[in-house]
């Protein structure tokens, strides 16, 4: 492979010029892609196989007007007044009848007419039900809706919002986490490199790349539905993984320029070297996130698509735009900055990387951890082992009003409804009975009758009637994120024969929150699946780039401990609110499809880290040196790269942290911990300890294994050599001609 890349390489610098108009190009007609289709993300999620889409389906057969969307208007008293006051319930119903004339609605139901007042008289509520799914209700229409309540609200009253879809349902993240995370990568690349063209390509680049991705899905959104989260995971991994791509090889270009290499030389070589690592590396990450498709849910295939595909436009910016802007820069990326409280040390530090890599920081913790290696080792095993202990009290769920920031209009109407009516009222089932076959007319009130009298039902009563289906709303005692509703949903499904017995009825247990029980039960289901096809790919790509057993192995087990210290984490922040206040995280259950995403994305990053460092450990071993020299050298080498790219990884994923979402906040917020303890604890330390004490025989493998597992040279140790061969060949040619 490295034959290939270099011959890539040295094509692309010398083709540089058209190598830019291509990317330009291409740019330029994804901006129009997107433009022209006018692709907008949608939160329409279908979960197929489930009980609670068959009633879905049902519905847009027989009444298509009832299968849509639904949202709650909660009406609250200032003061002493009541919304039974004329004036007050006039104000009330002058809004729902309101509502009633706008696109889209099928029916209104006025919070009097359905005796939906609280006790104290204080709330009252109503509800909308739209003909059409959450994601195709129009902006129009939801700032109609908005509009509507304002003269309620300018007469005193408080109006709020909830359910499936509500004005605002779908904020927009802002722009400021990109600003911070591109700001906060360029300080530590210019650290890193100590020269401002060498810190700013690898920003150019992943900007040209994550505007190529993001534009190209958005206009793929107008053809297929693109949740609104996988723009945001589209974006970190976009850019992290385009930085740290473009990192990996121009540290190596950068380092070949300051042993005295012509760039024209050093760019293949960097590409040929360092790009197979990034081939890998991304590869790994595309086949990880393909694998999400496993789950069978297709808002979740869609993300993990998407992601993929702002991966790869990562790495193909990597090889090709990135050594053609190398090309242009020449020995620029060599020009070092002079800070004025330590001049001249940027350039110190990377000579001494180059001529003395004993002398540097790197060789000193290779060395601090192959001496220590024992106590490293337990100490690391022991702190993933104790973060990970929170993930076995994971509780998974899906967004409602009361994961939504306090100033969220969903999160006002939960508490307002919770504490007026009772939390079970947030959340309401639909049972959607088909009467056509019915064997007496009671059928209905019999149905409804026993439905009361299961446990943990708070109220039952019809919600629509039409082509021989009822729709009957029940209402749990427990909220929409309660365990014991999950236990009801079961329940009603389980003793679906007793409840129906002797009235030829039929039902279907759906709506809002059956779904989502069914997509977190369906999600749970799929984990366990995903997380050995993940093992399995990691055992057959890291076999094939080592070609060794120990090594992947050794990788898998620091992945597993890596990934659920992360989620560790993730459930005593968000799940238990610890320093919820520190993180302004409002407590709740972890994102039921949170956790196969994690397992996704660091999997594919922690496979990027072992490459790196394994890599460059294999390249010392291959070149003579004993097992300990080989990790001491090998880390020396890699440290700062790795710790350059683990740090703008998580200065990208903390940057999203800040986005008041509770789909995006705690994502980011794994992958944050993820990356931090997977490159620091398992990549730098634990990983070199491990090939320090087991020695050379982590590079063992029986013989029939070289004859089937091909050598892909992935360090670029055969390129290397014969590059160097070639190198010593042209000297006595050149001086014999000139004699």
């Known amino acids: 492979m490295s034959r290939y890349l270099f011959a890539l390489g040295r094509s692309v610098a010398r083709r540089r010029w058209w190598v ?17 289709t006018g692709g907008k993300t949608t939160d329409n999620f279908t979960v197929p196989g ?79 039900q739209f003909s059409v799914s959450a994601g195709e209700v129009g902006e129009g229409t939801l700032d109609d809706v908005d509009r509507i309540a304002d003269p309620a609200r300018e007469a005193g009253l408080e109006v709020e919002f909830a359910g499936a879809v509500y004005p605002g349902f779908t904020a927009e993240v802002p722009h400021t986490p990109e600003v911070i995370g591109i700001v906060a990568a360029f300080i530590i690349l210019l650290i890193t490199f100590g ?117 790869l436009v990562a790495m193909l910016v990597a090889l090709t735009l990135l050594p053609a802007l190398l090309g242009f820069a020449g020995d620029t990326v060599a020009r070092f900055i002079s800070p004025p409280l330590h001049p001249g040390r940027p350039e110190e530090v990377a000579r001494i990387a180059a001529y003395e890599p004993e002398r540097t920081a790197g060789h000193a913790w290779g060395r601090f951890v192959t001496r220590f290696r024992i106590p490293l080792l337990v100490v690391g095993i022991a702190v993933l082992a104790a973060l990970a202990i929170p993930a076995t009290r994971m509780e998974l769920g899906l967004p409602s009003g009361a994961t939504q920031p306090e100033s969220n209009t969903a999160h006002k109407a939960y508490d307002l409804v919770s504490r007026s009516f009772g939390p079970g009222f947030n959340g309401p089932l639909l049972v959607v009975t088909d009467l056509s076959q019915a064997t007496s007319p009671d059928a209905a009130q019999t149905l409804m009758s026993r439905l009361r009298q299961q446990p943990g039902v708070a109220a039952v009563q019809p919600a629509g009637a039409g082509d021989g289906l009822l729709l009957v709303q029940v209402v749990p005692t427990t909220g929409p994120d309660d365990t014991a509703t999950a236990d009801l ?188 303890l997977d490159a620091f604890i398992v990549r730098l330390t634990l990983i070199p300890a491990v090939m320090a004490l087991v020695g050379n025989r982590m590079w063992y493998h029986p013989r029939w294994f070289a004859r089937y597992i091909p050598d892909l040279d992935i360090e670029g140790a055969e390129l290397e050599y014969r590059f160097a061969r070639e190198s010593e060949a042209k000297v006595p040619q050149h001086v014999t001609g000139a004699s």
Not at 20 to 35: E, H, N, P
Not at 555 to 565: P, R, T, W, Y
Not at 579 to 584: E, I, M, R, V, Y
């Open 50 to 128: 489930t009980e609670s889409q068959d009633a879905v389906s049902l519905l847009q057969q027989r009444m298509p007007a009832f299968s849509g969307a639904q949202m709650q208007v909660v009406f609250a008293t200032p003061g002493l007044a009541k919304v039974t006051d004329q004036r007050v319930s006039g104000q009330i119903q002058q809004v729902m009848a309101g509502l009633q004339g706008l696109p889209q609605v099928a029916a209104v139901v006025d919070p009097f007419r359905a005796q939906a007042v609280s006790p104290d008289q204080r709330v009252a509520l109503g509800s909308v």
């Open 489 to 676: 949903v079961t329940r009603l499904r389980n003793d679906r024969a007793d409840i129906e017995s002797g009235t030829g009825a039929t039902y279907l247990v759906g709506g809002t929150t059956a779904a989502n029980i069914d997509t977190s039960k369906k999600l749970a289901e799929a984990l366990p699946i995903f997380l050995a096809v993940v093992v399995g790919l990691a055992l057959l790509l890291l076999t094939i780039a080592f070609r060794t057993v120990l090594v992947p192995l050794s990788s898998i087990v620091g992945f597993i401990l890596s990934v659920f210290a992360a989620l560790g984490a993730q459930v005593a922040v968000f799940q238990w609110g610890w320093g919820a206040s520190l993180f302004d995280v409002t407590k709740a259950q972890t994102l039921s499809f949170l956790p196969i995403i994690t397992l996704a994305i660091i999997f594919g990053l922690s496979s990027d880290y072992q490459i790196f460092v394994v890599s460059r450990i294999k390249e010392e071993h291959t070149r003579g040196a004993d097992a300990i020299a080989s990790v001491q050298n090998g880390v020396a080498h890699s440290a700062r790269v790795v710790t350059a790219a683990a740090l703008i990884m998580f200065a990208v994923f903390v940057a999203f942290t800040t986005v008041d979402n509770p789909i995006v906040k705690p994502l980011a917020f794994t992958l944050a911990v993820g990356v931090l």
């Open 195 to 311: 020269a401002v063209v060498a810190a700013g390509q690898p920003i150019v680049t992943a900007l040209v790349g994550v505007g190529v991705g993001l534009t190209g899905i958005m206009g793929v959104a107008a053809f297929v539905d693109v949740p609104s989260a996988a723009t945001s995971l589209a974006l970190m991994l976009g850019l992290s993984c385009g930085i740290d791509y473009a990192l990996f090889i121009l540290s190596r270009h950068r380092h070949n320029i300051v042993l005295g290499m012509a760039a024209a030389e050093s760019i293949p070589l960097a590409v040929g070297t360092a790009g197979s690592s990034v081939v890998f590396a991304a590869v790994t990450v595309i086949i990880a996130l393909c694998g999400l498709a496993v789950a069978g849910i297709p808002f979740l295939t869609v993300m993990g698509l998407t992601a993929a595909g702002a991966v």
């Open 20 to 36: 830019l108009t291509v990317w330009v190009v291409l740019l330029a007609a994804a901006i129009g892609f997107a433009t022209g």
